[in-house]
T-cell receptor, first 115, second 109 residues
Framework: DTGVSQDPRHKITKRGQNVTFRCDPI?????LYWYRQTLGQGPEFLTY????????KSRLLSDRFSAERPKGSFSTLEIQRTEQGDSAMYLC?????????????FGNGTRLTVT | KNEVEQSPQNLTAQEGEFITINCSYS?????LHWLQQHPGGGIVSLFM???GKKKHGRLIATINIQEKHSSLHITASHPRDSAVYIC???????????FGKGTHLIIQP
């Protein structure tokens, strides 16, 4: 068990560019969550998957954001036409089952800076 | 939408002190998570509870469902406990957690 890994750790991009982040959850975990965290704030829920199905999306997830988990294993989060307000830490977490009954395991995050 | 409030926002204490961090939420929940975040972003799950009390080492978490309140206690605090502690509530039929802003704890030697 290597834990949840996220790639890249840091991404600097210019406004208007597209970026894609990857999350590899713990292998047997069915649930995968994406969160966003800005400085001094707690994480905010973006979306989650049960296997390959995207079951819930936050209103924070504008149409510039898309997430996939094509084979129920790794997931990608893409932001199109980045804006400076997208600068944040993007966190991925996985769990064996619902957060009602299972603890979350977090990756170290991808820090995005939009210049 | 559940509103999750933590207090205090910042806490500085001396090594050995008993620490209490509070979390209150506005809507009835199914579960509450306590998390620890160290500088650099890594988040570790400490507790998940839906009733009563849980203990792990020097950490104790309690929850009062009727009062919509949870506390995290640290006994015999140590500088390595310095971190941001975040509570997150789950409820309302959604599986997405609602997080508090965190309590920034510094334990001085």
């Amino acid at each position: 068990d290597t834990g949840v890994s996220q790639d890249p750790r840091h991404k600097i991009t210019k406004r208007g560019q597209n970026v894609t982040f990857r999350c590899d959850p713990i292998s047997e975990h069915n649930r995968l969550y994406w969160y966003r965290q800005t400085l001094g704030q707690g994480p905010e829920f973006l979306t989650y998957f049960q296997n390959e199905a995207q079951l819930e999306k936050s209103r924070l997830l504008s149409d510039r954001f898309s997430a996939e988990r094509p084979k129920g294993s790794f997931s990608t989060l893409e932001i199109q036409r980045t804006e400076q307000g997208d600068s944040a830490m993007y966190l991925c977490a996985s769990s064996l089952a619902s957060a009602l009954v299972s603890p979350l395991h977090f990756g170290n995050g991808t820090r995005l800076t939009v210049t | 939408k559940n509103e999750v409030e933590q207090s205090p926002q910042n806490l500085t204490a001396q090594e050995g002190e008993f620490i209490t961090i509070n979390c209150s939420y506005s809507v009835g929940i199914s579960a509450l998570h306590w998390l620890q975040q160290h500088p650099g972003g890594g988040i570790v799950s400490l507790f998940m509870l839906s009733s009563g009390k849980k203990k792990h080492g020097r950490l104790i978490a309690t929850i009062n469902i009727q009062e919509k309140h949870s506390s995290l206690h640290i006994t015999a605090s140590h500088p390595r406990d310095s971190a941001v502690y975040i509570c997150a509530a789950l409820g309302g039929g959604a599986d997405g957690l609602t997080f508090g802003k965190g309590t920034h704890l510094i334990i001085q030697p």
